[in-house]
């Protein structure tokens, strides 16, 4: 029998990825940041001081990115190649590369990490991706181009957007099935769930909203519009989310607005609206959230902001196009 050199390939890259994930987690807390570069086809990092030490290639069109628990690996949807991209944190470099559908964009581990959920933006479907075999175990229909992805903790349920359907889709993953279609704003983008499970948000770029979702009813209980100081309704376009730990404090990104929102989440106030980059896109907070950076798409960098004062203290050039933010901390 001839074995395809590919399937050697595919046979030593899984083999070294689950060895790297049995490694202890040596590497998580460097307080490295991380930010992908859609046209750049890179990965910056940058340290504490904000002084980048590495791009690091990678697959074409990189942009959402997460750690594995331990720190030890990050994960980057690269989008133009069909792949998931796997980076080792303690070197730095690609250690492997995982196939994927049509355009992956958004992905989401399962709480075991022995499985990603990924939005396949040209395929319309969601897949879930075995990670000890790289197989592709559940091909789940949603509307055009999906995007936004989100398992809840316990992993009975997962979400998905539909940008062109205007819709998030409720998945069982047990069946793998859609089990419920909920209309939403228009080009819904991204989506956050309160720390109690109660609420979910969901960004609606084209419709300036934020749509809050009863997780028990599935209905919307509340839209929320935002408008910064000098811009129209309609020049916001709303689309990265980050939550403190505590779930009091809503950070979201408003695109060309130029701006991010700081919300009280349980009142739905804004408390500041904060100046950044153009096309404010992705939002990341660090661990004891004294800063958020948020990654600009139009102007090529991304922006610290202090917390405890709620202003923008610092932009940095980056590369072509910042997609996403994730600090290792």
């Not at 994927?100 to 075991?112: K, L, M, Y």
């Not at 359907?165 to 939403?184: E, Q």
């Not at 907070?285 to 004294?290: F, G, I, N």
């Amino acid at each position: 029998m001839t074995v395809h050199p590919r399937s050697l390939l595919a046979s030593a890259a899984a083999l070294i990825l689950a060895l790297f994930l049995t490694l202890p987690a040596v590497a998580a807390g460097t307080g490295l940041i991380f930010v992908s570069t859609e046209k750049g086809n890179e990965i910056v990092v940058l340290d504490k001081d904000y002084t980048i030490v590495k791009r690091i290639p990678t697959s074409r069109r990189p942009r959402d990115m997460h750690f594995n628990a331990a720190h030890t690996l990050l994960y980057v949807a690269c989008g133009d190649d069909d792949s998931i991209d796997v980076i080792d944190v303690a070197t730095l470099e690609v250690v492997d590369s995982i196939p994927t559908g049509p355009s992956p964009e958004v992905f989401a581990f399962t709480g075991d990490e022995s499985a990603i959920y990924v939005s396949d933006e040209e395929d319309s479907r969601v897949e879930r991706i075995d990670l000890t075999s790289r197989i592709s175990t559940q091909d789940i229909p949603t509307g055009a181009e999906p995007e936004g992805i989100l398992v809840t903790p316990d992993g009975k349920t997962v979400y998905a957007t539909s940008e062109v359907a205007d819709m998030v889709h409720v998945i069982d993953p047990a069946s793998g099935a859609v089990t419920k279609n909920i209309v939403v704003g228009t080009r819904p983008r991204r989506l956050i769930l309160t720390p109690d499970g109660s609420e979910l948000w969901v960004s609606c770029e084209l419709s300036s909203e934020i749509d809050i979702i009863d997780t028990k009813t599935l209905e919307i209980k509340d839209s929320l519009t935002f408008v910064p100081p000098g811009f129209r309704e309609e020049d916001v376009t709303p689309v990265g989310m980050a939550i403190t730990r505590d779930g009091s404090k809503i950070l979201l990104s408003l695109g060309r607005a130029n701006h991010i929102a700081i919300i009280d989440a349980h009142t739905h106030d804004v408390l500041k609206y904060v100046l950044v980059g153009k096309r404010a896109w992705s939002i990341d907070l660090s661990k004891d959230e004294k800063i958020a950076i948020v990654a600009n798409g139009l102007s090529d960098d991304i922006t610290i902001v202090d917390m405890a004062s709620m202003s923008a203290v610092k932009s940095l050039p980056i590369g072509r196009v910042p997609h996403s933010v994730v600090i290792d901390d």
